[in-house]
Structures are given as structure tokens and as C-alpha cells.
């Protein structure tokens, strides 16, 4: 189970590419539980119309300890630009992370 922080941060998330991409809203979002599995599909829905870049910063304060809930791998790439997932923090470089 995902801690309600990073379910608020999901829907959140879920709901502006719903709204942003035009996607038609058959995705129940309701269930804190399915937040993670309903993220990849709507980031590969979305890729088919436009591009965005997502920023999700302070991710070490949310209440899970696990970055689990992200996704495996990111959507295929629909045009020329590239994807490039990067973690950092204000003690440490930023690096290329794991390879999502």
C-alpha cells in the first residue's frame, strides 16, 4: 500500500495529464491502491499527443520510503526529444537515475 502523500501526489499528477493531454476520463482514480498502475498508461497516453516535462521534487519528504510507485520505464519515444530522468540532492552531484 502507498502512503496518502504520495497518493495525493499521484492523483494530482494523474489529473493535470488527464486535463493537459485532452485524455478521455474512463481511469477511476478513486483507489489509492491502483495510483501507481494507472500512471504508466496515461504517461504513454499522453506521449502519443504532445510532450511535457514532470518534475517531481522532494520526493525524499513524502512518507514512503520506497520510490516503487514510479515507473519501470518510461513511454516509447514519439518524436525527436529525449528522455532524461535525473536525482539529485542539495549535498550530492546530480546523476542519471535509475534507468526508468
Same mark, same amino acid.
Given at each position: 500500500?502507498?502512503? !496518502?502523500n504520495v497518493s &495525493? /501526489?499521484?492523483?494530482?499528477?494523474?489529473?493535470?495529464?488527464? =486535463?493537459?493531454?485532452?485524455?478521455?476520463?474512463?481511469?477511476?482514480?478513486?483507489?489509492?491502491?491502483?495510483?501507481?498502475?494507472?500512471?504508466? +498508461?496515461?504517461l504513454?497516453?499522453? !506521449?502519443?499527443?504532445g =510532450?511535457?516535462?514532470i518534475?517531481?521534487?522532494?520526493?525524499?519528504?513524502?512518507?514512503? !520510503?520506497?520510490? +516503487?510507485? /514510479?515507473?519501470?520505464? /518510461?513511454p516509447?519515444?514519439?518524436s &525527436? &526529444?529525449?528522455?532524461?530522468?535525473?536525482a539529485?540532492?542539495?549535498?550530492?552531484?546530480v546523476?542519471?537515475? +535509475?534507468?526508468?
Amino acid at each position: 500500500m502507498i502512503s !496518502s502523500n504520495v497518493s &495525493h /501526489l499521484l492523483r494530482r499528477l494523474e489529473n493535470w495529464l488527464l =486535463n493537459q493531454f485532452n485524455l478521455k476520463d474512463d481511469i477511476d482514480l478513486s483507489s489509492n491502491d491502483q495510483l501507481p498502475w494507472i500512471l504508466p +498508461r496515461l504517461l504513454e497516453r499522453a !506521449s502519443k499527443k504532445g =510532450n511535457a516535462i514532470i518534475v517531481l521534487d522532494g520526493l525524499n519528504h513524502t512518507q514512503q !520510503s520506497s520510490l +516503487r510507485w /514510479l515507473p519501470s520505464k /518510461l513511454p516509447p519515444k514519439h518524436s &525527436h &526529444h529525449g528522455r532524461h530522468p535525473h536525482a539529485g540532492d542539495i549535498d550530492g552531484p546530480v546523476t542519471e537515475a +535509475r534507468n526508468i
